[in-house]
């Protein structure tokens, strides 16, 4: 019997994330271990009228790719996935990682050949997305390897994940669409915003933010949610940032990155540990040293660091930042194979986030009541 907690997920993600109505083509992908809420999904998108398909993969096949495809398959475009991106309507992705760490060996110069061969089917797949011809979300179902880089059991991480989106709520919905309320008073302020500043620990960082759209994530791409983000103008951003927690990304940790830019551009990054591995992202393309995304975390019911980006990037009083590919919804112009989410804590005395030079988030708190709370 499955916990009831999945079913009550797949009924928010089917009815509320992504809205499946009849007819529906819904790409249900994942790892093999989240299988018991991909069950739930497809019975939900049947129930809805929608038309499901499942595709699953392994760790160990994802590893067995890098470490034993040639330079040409490591390059090789499917047709079979370009096709799905252009047809499919609704792109449910589930994260279940039953080994955190699998890709630790993996050479990161494979990593981001491989990255720049996806790059058409990403860009297609946000372009879809930002014309609103494509609805995704994605979501984590709780797994021990998961747990375990939380430093909790599954039964803690399991409740963790499943409070994060609010299923202890009598209804969840209703508890998305009032932070929702909250966060689209906010946005409305930051898009008559010009520049964006961000101070705190080493970090000073001017970002251009005139002319672009600031999007509030609600529940309809990333579940659980909760932050507002825009894409800066890329040759507007300036100074230094340190991130304060460990950046994952593709099973690979980079420990204290800092990373200076001029003119919008990384002119100097470091990390005290995968620092060959951050290097090897900026070097994928000319688009990878660019800022794609800034964003405010307003998820106050998240507020630990669990090394999944999914919940860290949300954590009520931080900001993060992407290096890479823009969300053309944003008018962000930037293109890359990479999307790289890193997150600066701002939850403690002295550090800010201004708007225009006026404080709009202080030691992890906004400044107005009517705006996300803890």
């Known amino acids: 019997m499955r916990d009831q907690r999945l079913e009550k997920l797949a009924g928010v993600l ?125 979501t984590q179902f709780p797994t021990q390897a998961s747990a375990q880089d939380a430093e909790m059991s599954l039964r803690e991480y399991e409740n963790f994940v499943f409070n994060a989106g609010l299923l202890h709520l009598p209804d969840p919905i209703a508890g998305w669409k009032q932070l929702s309320e909250r966060q689209q008073r906010l946005v409305d302020v930051l898009n008559k915003v010009s520049e964006v500043r961000v101070v705190g620990k080493e970090t000073d960082l001017r970002l251009g933010v005139a002319g672009r759209t600031w999007i509030n994530c609600n529940g309809h791409e990333n579940f659980p949610d909760g932050e507002v983000f825009t894409g800066p103008i890329e040759d507007s951003v300036n100074g230094t940032i340190l991130y304060s927690f460990p950046a994952v990304h593709h099973g690979r940790e980079c420990h204290d990155i800092r990373l200076t830019f001029k003119n919008g551009k990384v002119v100097d990054a470091s990390a005290s540990k995968g620092a060959d591995f951050l290097h090897a992202m900026l070097d994928q393309d000319a688009g990878a040293r660019i800022l794609g995304e800034f964003a405010i975390g307003t998820n106050f019911g998240i507020q630990r660091y669990t090394k999944n980006t999914l919940f860290d990037e949300k954590i009520g009083g931080t900001c993060h930042a992407a290096l890479g590919a823009a969300y053309p919804e944003t008018g962000g112009k930037n293109e890359s194979g990479l999307h790289w989410d890193m997150v600066c804590d701002l939850r403690h005395e002295g550090r800010r986030v201004e708007a225009d030079g006026k404080t709009i988030l202080e030691n992890g708190r906004f400044v107005r009541e009517e705006w996300p709370r803890a």
């Not at 790892?31 to 018991?36: C, F, Q, R, V």
């Not at 038309?51 to 067995?64: G, I, K, L, R, S």
């Not at 994260?95 to 760490?101: F, R, S």
């Open 14 to 138: 089917v009815e509320y994330s992504a809205a499946v109505k009849k007819g529906d083509l819904c790409r249900i992908s994942g790892e093999s271990a989240g299988l018991p809420l991909m069950e739930a999904l497809y019975e939900r998108i049947l129930q809805a009228g929608g038309h499901p398909f499942v595709m699953t993969q392994t760790d160990a096949m994802e590893e067995a790719f890098y470490r034993v495809a040639s330079e040409e398959q490591l390059r090789f475009i499917s047709p079979v996935s370009q096709y799905i991106v252009d047809k499919i309507d609704v792109s449910m992705g589930i994260w279940a990682d039953e080994n955190t760490k699998s890709m630790t060996g993996v050479d990161p110069r494979r990593q981001a050949m491989a990255a720049q061969a996806r790059k058409p089917i990403s860009k297609r797949f946000l372009e879809r997305a930002a014309k609103g011809e494509l609805r995704w979300v994605g």
